[in-house]
């Protein structure tokens, strides 16, 4: 290697071979500080040697910041990337996530409701519980049968105590959180703590190389920006991906037919009020709303298909579930387009988040699509351009399977419903909507419950066989179980499920209310890791 110049080369035969040294993210929010610290805290040790990590952001563009959903993933990725847990609590108006409820999905009806919580059925590597609840289900859920965790949700406990180690729980956990703070968060931490260069400047022109590679980007307030590899993080514009590159965009409006959505954010009546554990998901007659507690207020929207219902229609039915409380609260529309680009990463460019799709947010799938391909992008990181094409396509291939299997398990919601009240869950039901994996899937299912052989075969399932077993089991799908299905681990099902029943009451009667833990921790913190 030669550092003459200043600038480190690899000599390839009688060629010189640039590294790939400079990453700049154009574009902030969540997924642009989030790629960044992801990046950085994983090169941290280049970085004396000349690696650099350039974040460009807009001073005059607002972030979407109604994301306030996220996955288990996210404590993982904000321990390695060096945060505090008990800081991320006391700035980003935090709160924890320990599954969904879905309200009125199945018949419409009052009473119906359903968990997806975020624990796994207890004894869930060793066997599936599926066959043994069915046959011995006794009028209980499937979710109390095998897990705690909708018991935990009911009474409105937190997954863990004030004396558990940060990012530790006594039942497996996400977040809700303030999308407005937690930007802002993740910019005070990755430019202290990782070192990740801020520029607070608007693109005007983007600069090629013969090959087609963006060499730079010019901006109004800071000139001339060089890189290696550019993250596109510009959003729905997808200014790198999608303008210049001339990636095309995959709609799936014809699977997933929820194309706008109303957000307002509710007070609580008053300061001590119960904060809820889990989001509340209930289906309307042309989409559904959604329902998350923070500590200071509650986030609410309507998520539905705007060839199913008007504007003001949407708008009149977000109000009547938010009662008098909603009446004069300001209402946000947000325009969604279902789908995502053919790739991903195209020559030196690769997007991440609303640059590289977007789909309706039931399951909380934005965020945790954006860790994955930040994780991927930087343990992937190509060493010079020569091999970027290669680690392209395996990134290309690995993400549109995610996104495949996003839109498979967002379908799944939908196609086990019983509800022909109106249009919208009739059209849902047509076999011209659902994917041909999805219905290979439904067709496998009714005679072997989904398990780890089902093609769930790749590293990182978004969505594991668990969460198709609640969705499936708690919609009313019943599959036919043989008796030999049964008889080789009766005794291990059998002891599970009394684990499971002493399990719950042991977490019952020792986890505290979820606010509580909450105010405990902004008062004295958790225990550092």
């Not at 009806?109 to 796994?120: F, S």
């Not at 890189?227 to 699977?255: A, H």
């Amino acid at each position: 290697m030669s550092v003459s110049s200043g600038i480190p080369f690899f000599f390839h035969g009688s060629a010189r071979v640039k590294r790939v040294q400079n990453i700049v993210i154009v574009g902030g929010g969540t997924a642009g500080w989030l790629t960044a610290g992801v990046i950085a805290a994983r090169h941290q040790s280049r970085m004396p040697g000349g690696f650099t990590v350039t974040l460009v952001e807009s001073p005059n563009i607002p972030i979407i910041g109604v994301g306030e959903g996220t996955w288990p993933t996210l404590r993982t990725t904000l321990a390695k990337i060096g945060v505090s847990e008990t800081e991320f609590f006391r700035e980003c108006d935090a709160a924890f996530k320990q599954g969904a409820l879905f309200a009125r999905w199945t018949t419409g009806a009052e009473d119906d409701a359903y968990y997806h919580p975020l624990m796994l059925p207890q004894g869930f590597h060793q066997l599936s519980l599926v066959p043994h609840w069915i046959a011995n289900a006794n009028g209980r859920s499937f979710c109390d049968t095998v897990t705690p965790q909708g018991r935990i949700c009911d009474a409105g406990l937190a997954p863990k105590t004030i004396a558990t180690p940060e990012y530790d729980g006594q039942a497996n956990y996400a977040y809700h959180l303030d999308a407005g703070k937690f930007a802002p968060f993740l910019t005070r931490h990755c430019t202290t703590r990782l070192g990740v260069r801020h520029v607070l400047a608007d693109v005007r022109a983007v600069e090629r190389a013969e090959n087609g590679d963006i060499v730079a980007i010019d901006t109004e307030q800071a000139g001339r920006i060089e890189g290696d590899l550019f993250v596109d993080c510009t959003g729905f514009r997808s200014l790198l991906l999608g303008e210049t590159m001339g990636v095309r965009f995959k709609d799936c409006g014809d699977i997933l037919f929820c194309d706008a959505a109303l957000a307002a954010q509710i007070p609580y009546p008053e300061e001590n009020a119960p904060i809820a554990t889990h989001t509340l998901s209930t289906a309307q007659g042309a989409g559904w709303i959604w329902d998350i507690g923070l500590p200071t207020r509650r986030g609410t929207g309507y998520v539905y298909s705007t060839a199913h219902t008007s504007d003001d229609q949407a708008e009149a039915t977000l109000r009547a579930y938010l009662g008098p409380a909603g009446a004069d609260m300001a209402v946000r529309r947000i325009p969604i387009r279902s789908g995502h680009r053919e790739i991903f990463w195209k020559n030196n460019v690769v997007a991440v988040g609303l640059a590289a799709g977007f789909l309706e947010p039931l399951e909380a799938s934005a965020i945790v699509l954006i860790e994955l391909s930040a994780k991927l992008i930087a343990e992937q990181m190509p060493a010079v351009r020569e091999v970027m094409d290669v680690v392209a396509k395996r990134f290309n291939a690995t993400t549109l399977y995610r996104w495949g299997r996003i839109i498979d398990f967002l379908k799944l919601h939908y196609v086990l419903t019983k509800r022909t009240d109106t249009e919208f869950w009739r059209d849902n039901l047509l076999p011209e909507t659902i994917p041909e994996r999805l219905q290979e899937l439904l067709t496998l299912w009714r005679y072997q419950p989904p398990w780890f052989h089902d093609e769930f075969d790749r590293v990182e399932e978004v969505f594991p066989p668990a969460s198709y077993q609640y969705v499936l089991y708690g919609m009313g799908f019943r599959s036919e179980v043989e008796p030999e299905a049964l008889s080789g681990d009766q005794r291990l099902a059998e002891r599970a499920m009394r684990e499971n029943a002493a399990q719950t009451e042991r977490l019952c009667a020792g986890l505290p209310r979820h606010r509580d833990l909450i105010r405990k921790i902004h008062e004295h913190g958790l225990q550092p890791v």
